[in-house]
């Protein structure tokens, strides 16, 4: 085959084609999880604690086991298995201790949601109620309650964490470059600030739902919400010692997941349920209120930067604490720990690091991956950190920025050496700078201005991300034909609204030169009928799935120019194809179809030659290293994308009243597969990214009740929350492993969106904002209650 | 208690249970699973339905409620196959991502339409308000509505920018 041969067909990629699931999706005929009923199913409920922190006196279930109608009670005594992604620390049901309010400590099945319901009102649970550890500011201090007094004894990931037995740390990461104290030593200033955040809930519109079937002979399937399907199954397998063949997990369409739904949930004890059950299917889905304490969320941090900076506004050295609050249990939070310490700088140049990021248990729900892993929170830290700095030395924020970014020949945290080819983050600064006018206002803007009352600022920020995966991170896609030359693909990649099903049948269809309506991207994901994927997540499916898409296009149509050379007598050089026949390429005429070809060719006498044509595909991530367990050092990230967002607020010096007028964001995508899908996973973080910037935040009473879990107290932004302008800007440098170039960009959308709304607030008032989300009243006490600058200044030139 | 109700054009006689929703009823006794529940709390919009020809969160509504009434589900807006004028406006401007805010979003854009029919953008976002999106961040569903009001060109369609 030609590499070269032009072709009359259209390239799909780049081209606004519209997403393969809307209609299912517009018409109510997509199936979820959420809409699957099965014969003989049963309806599960939980019993959860009122307490943060309790031991567990009794539990009496022979109320509920009486009740008619139900097959199954489960407690935690009578289950033997952990569970747990990097460390495992999580039993199915809480056996002799709860460590946060809301945690599940007794299941029901029953015939009905109404008698299972009524069963666990039945369950009585008697609770020796403890002081629980709520911040974890207060849990590293020595004399805090222990979360898990037995993190001595639980397996974890050696290669990755580094658990500390006797205190409530599970991990803390490293990163060690340059020579910190030379660094600071040789500072002009030195500036050091707290900045944090608190937990906040993913939110997916569809709660977390699963059926599990668990027949006789081990035969288990699962239907679930999950991200992930082989994780999970692994996860599953490992705390149930199946082996991976006597279990199915299948997903069907996702209602939104956003981290939430990657790794294992609600499985295991539904698993648990249909054994007990006597292997009927049992089903259970999170109320909304369950979906906030009963399901996981995302990591609050404290993040203490120290910053050193020489004359030139060069930053010299840079001390980055980070304090993750990964709740009850490890989870992703430790990995969210490990990916944000390598990320902790963004994407400039610092000589001089040093990073201790701890994870660190409380008495609440625990965190786990959330769009972004990590990064949203510290950049919050870090891009108001950058602004303060700026502020200190008397540079402009933009200029202080564009001085410190990463550029072709920077070495990374880790000592990767940046690249021409790795992405273009001043691109991106100056086109999100440019996009809102950056550093003036407009006349219409003065007028503005003039006429409200309020005052008018801009703020800019940036971001970067690479995916959080381990090294040898791979996947596989095969692409079969049908008969009548259409294909299909599959892939364990979960779309899961993202597009993924969409820009894969682009990236077919261009590699094979067929229109995207020959390729069908299967909808379920099934693990019994799928090649492997690790995860649907850490922005890498478009780099990994995609490049397996195209090693299986070619292994296709290696596989029909094979069978086309011995029927047209010809050798394979000289074929070349268009979307229905292969030919040769100096005599057209003679040719075969694809159609003749796809399940085997047959001469006129009958004789049949070839096979099926099954193209398949594998990708590796290429390269990458653990990284050093005392310095960080080592290559960790598949590909960088970076970022910027421009933010213009206005706001009430009075009262604190802001409103959002534009968001511009720009990132560097490599190559934009489609842009109508781009633009909209784009705008949907940079929104994402304004709730988590202005409103959202779990809330906690002091003995860690959970206040706020509904959409009423825990607002998500609406359709009249959104800015008067909002603009999408693509940069494209192409990554060279990439897919036609392509990287991921699934995430970074959301990332910093908060210090540049609160870059813009801090711009038109001086409010110097440190916590996140960013409320009214925030504003209004940071503009009453300024503190003097010095107070963060350690070092400064002698004036 | 026994009740008959006009669901998308058919009529069912049922026994329903006197405390169950309209939401329930649809999904599990009528298994017209295309109107989804996201919070049974009447917080989200998911499961947006139109009784009587006017939108309401069937979650807030009691089945019993509906006797006698007429309801209009997702499932009857594509008539024969083809997808509506506001459903082939989702599409063209890619409204849709996970899918499950979809049915409430297009039926609350029909009754906005219906009272509204060159509603505003303000006027957009006022009608859809009642209607919770994570991923799409609305504003392609916005674009989508004046597309398919006759307020959008090939040219004022919002677009992706290059640098």
């Not at chain 1, 047959?602 to 398949?616: E, R, S």
Request: net charge negative.
């Amino acid at each position: 085959m030609s590499d070269t041969t032009t072709s009359s067909v259209a390239t799909r990629v780049g081209d606004s084609v519209q997403r393969v699931d809307d209609t299912a999706k517009l018409t109510g005929g997509a199936m979820y999880a959420s809409d699957l009923v099965f014969a003989g199913m049963l309806h599960a409920q939980v019993k959860k604690s009122p307490h943060a922190r309790a031991k567990i006196v009794a539990i009496n279930t022979s109320k509920a086991e009486n009740l008619p109608g139900v097959h199954a009670v489960l407690t935690g005594k009578e289950l033997n298995y952990r569970i747990g992604l990097y460390v495992a620390d999580k039993d199915i049901l809480a056996k002799d201790a709860v460590r946060h309010f809301g945690e599940a400590v007794a299941a029901v099945a029953a015939e009905s949601l109404d008698i299972a319901s009524r069963a666990v009102d039945l369950i009585d649970v008697e609770y020796e109620v403890l002081p629980p550890v709520l911040s974890q500011m207060d849990a590293l201090d020595e004399s805090s309650p222990l979360v898990h007094p037995d993190l001595g004894s639980y397996d974890y990931v050696k290669a990755s964490f580094s658990p500390q037995p006797g205190t409530n740390i599970p991990n803390i990461t490293k990163i060690r470059k340059g020579d910190i104290d030379a660094g600071f030593a040789e500072a002009k200033w030195i500036i050091e600030r707290e900045y944090t955040n608190p937990s906040v809930q993913h939110v997916p519109l569809e709660t977390h739902v699963a059926i599990v079937e668990w027949k006789a002979g081990d035969e288990v399937t699962i239907w679930s919400s999950a991200q992930s399907p082989f994780t999970l199954r692994d996860l599953f397998c490992r705390a149930f010692k199946l082996p991976h063949n006597k279990v199915r997990v299948v997903i069907p369409h996702v209602g939104g997941a956003f981290g939430g739904k990657a790794g294992i949930h609600l499985e295991p004890l539904l698993a648990c349920l249909s054994r007990k059950a006597g292997g009927r299917p049992v089903k259970f889905q999170a109320t909304r209120e369950e979906e906030f304490s009963l399901l996981p969320c995302r990591s609050a941090l404290t993040y203490r930067i120290k910053t050193g900076v020489d004359a030139d506004g060069r930053i010299t050295a840079q001390k980055l604490l980070m304090y993750w609050d990964s709740g009850a249990y490890a989870d992703y939070a430790v990995n969210v720990t490990r990916a944000s310490a390598y990320s902790a700088g963004g994407p400039y140049d610092i000589p001089n690091a040093w990073v201790d990021a701890y994870t660190i248990y409380t008495n609440k729900p625990w965190g786990t991956a959330y769009r972004g892993f990590g990064h949203v929170e510290f950049f919050w830290g870090l891009e108001r950190h950058m602004e303060l700095v700026a502020q200190v030395i008397g540079m402009d924020p933009l200029e202080f920025r564009k001085k410190n970014l990463l550029k072709p020949g920077s070495t990374t945290l880790t000592g990767e050496r940046i690249n021409e080819h790795t992405g273009n983050p001043l691109k991106c600064l100056e086109a999100a700078a440019k996009a809102i006018n950056y550093g003036r206002l407009t006349p219409e803007e003065e007028e503005r201005q003039a006429r409200t009352g309020r005052r008018i600022g801009k703020g800019i920020a940036t971001l970067h991300k690479a995916p959080a995966m381990p090294s040898f991170t791979t996947t596989a896609a095969v692409i079969k034909m049908n008969s009548d030359g259409s294909v299909v693909v599959n892939i364990a990649l979960t779309e899961i609204g993202q597009g993924t099903a969409t820009v894969v049948a682009q990236m077919a269809a261009d590699r094979l030169r067929f229109p995207v309506s020959l390729v069908k991207v299967a909808v379920e994901r099934d693990t019994d009928k799928d090649p492997f994927d690790w995860q649907t997540v850490a922005s890498k499916g478009l780099l990994l799935t995609g490049n397996a898409v195209i090693a299986a296009c070619d292994d296709l149509l290696r596989q029909a120019y094979s069978d086309a050379a011995q029927v047209l007598r010809a050798q394979t050089a000289d074929l070349d194809h268009d979307a229905e026949r292969i030919f040769i390429m100096q005599r057209p005429e003679e040719s075969v179809t694809f159609a003749a070809l796809s399940i085997g060719y047959v001469y006129p006498n009958g004789n049949g030659i070839g096979g099926p044509l099954i193209g398949l595909g594998r990708y590796t991530a290429q390269g990458l290293t653990s990284l050093d367990k005392e310095t960080g050092q080592g290559l960790p990230a598949l590909d960088w994308t970076y970022g910027a967002h421009g933010v213009i607020a206005e706001v009430d010096p009075e009262t604190g009243e802001y409103k959002v007028i534009k968001i511009a964001s720009a990132f560097d995508v490599g190559k934009v597969i489609n842009p109508g899908t781009m633009r909209g996973q784009c705008i949907g973080g940079m929104i994402q990214g304004l709730g988590t910037a202005q409103c959202e935040s779990y809330i906690y009473d002091g003995h860690g009740h959970l206040l706020n879990p509904s959409l009423t107290d825990n607002k998500i932004l609406t359709s009249k929350d959104l800015p008067e302008e909002i603009e999408c800007i693509a940069v494209e440098t192409p990554q060279l492993d990439g897919p036609f170039g392509a990287r991921g960009v699934g995430e970074h959308p959301m990332i910093s969106v908060a210090p540049a709304l609160a870059n813009a607030i801090h711009d038109a008032t001086g409010a110097e904002l440190t916590h996140m989300p960013v409320r009214f009243e925030d504003v209004w006490r940071a503009i009453h209650n300024k503190q003097p600058i010095d107070t963060w200044v350690t070092k400064a030139p002698a004036v | 208690m026994w009740m008959s109700v006009e669901v998308n054009g058919h009529i069912y006689e049922r026994e329903v249970t006197e405390h169950w929703t309209l939401l329930r009823f649809l999904r599990e006794d009528l298994e017209l699973t295309g109107t989804k529940d996201g919070c049974s709390a009447g917080e989200c919009g998911d499961c947006t339905v139109m009784l009587n020809g006017e939108a309401v969160n069937a979650c807030m509504v009691l089945a019993a409620e509906a006797d006698g009434a007429t309801v209009e589900t997702i499932e009857a807006e594509a008539a024969k196959g083809e997808l509506s004028e506001i459903q082939a406006a989702f599409a063209r401007n890619y409204a849709v991502q996970c899918g499950y805010c979809t049915a409430g979003m297009v039926m609350s854009v029909r009754e906005l339409l219906r009272h509204n029919p060159k509603p505003t953008v303000a006027e957009i976002k006022e009608g859809i308000e009642g209607n919770l999106c994570r991923c799409t961040g609305y504003q392609q569903i916005i674009e989508a509505v004046l597309d398919v009001s006759g307020q959008i060109t090939n040219e004022t369609r919002g677009g992706l920018k290059y640098v």
